[in-house]
């Protein structure tokens, strides 16, 4: 996530129900409650017909329900309360004064966002786009992005406020009266998650799969036990553990170099 004057600020999840995540044509682009191992692919999609990374900076955009009732000093969220340091928020009485500010803030970084700017025709492509999503939210389902299907997504939700008639727990209409809100994200590196492929003894292996003699590997500095998978969080720590000792048993058994 960008901020203005200073630098980037982390985060796992996007709080609320009634917020978006549209590309710079005012479009939805993903699932914004997916876990952050997920989440983060999208920013790194390669588009090889127009040779640019059409989703390296999504655009965060919410509501004063969602400001009111998901605001969170947890580390790792957005929004955030007033009072907090939220100098990376962009905010507008209306979407038209929204895009105007966010122009604003791209300019500031074009120089490390390959100088993207919105289309042109970004506030009626939002408009429409917002349309789009309260129809799905009444409804109660996400037949664009699936958003809201995996109790996983429950926990990168945050807190919302209850209301009668309520299909979707992740989703609900965003207001068709401002003011509105918005972020610029995009993705960071937490830790590795990848790198050297290891076998179940943590014995790194060479390219034809043979393991290196005396070389070890546990954790976040080896290729994932589950893959492109994401199982929990924190859920590097029993890997770890059980790892190690499964390594540190092998190579107890390895003869003694003089």
Known sequence: MVRLNAGPSGMFSVAGDSMIFVDKRGERAVNEKLNYNELAQKFFQWDGAKVEYPYLVLISIWDQRTQDNSASSEYGRLPVPPGTDDR??????????????INQRLAKYASYIGGMRLAQDFVPKLTATINRFNELAKNGKDVDFNRGERGVELLFNGSVKEEP???NPTMWPISDQGPYYAALVTGGTLDTKGGPKTSPDGQVLDTRDKPIPGLYGVG?????????????????LGP????????????NKEPAKS
Not at 88 to 101: C, K, Y
Not at 240 to 251: D, G, L, N, P
Request: glycine content about 10%.
């Open 240 to 251: 770890i553990i059980a790892f190690a000792y499964r390594a540190a048993q092998t190579a």
């Open 220 to 236: 976040n500095c080896v290729a994932s036990a589950s893959g492109r998978a994401y199982w929990a969080g924190g859920s590097t």
């Open 165 to 167: 008639g309520r299909k």
């Open 88 to 101: 990376h928020v962009i905010r507008g009485a209306n979407l038209a004064e929204l895009a105007a500010d």
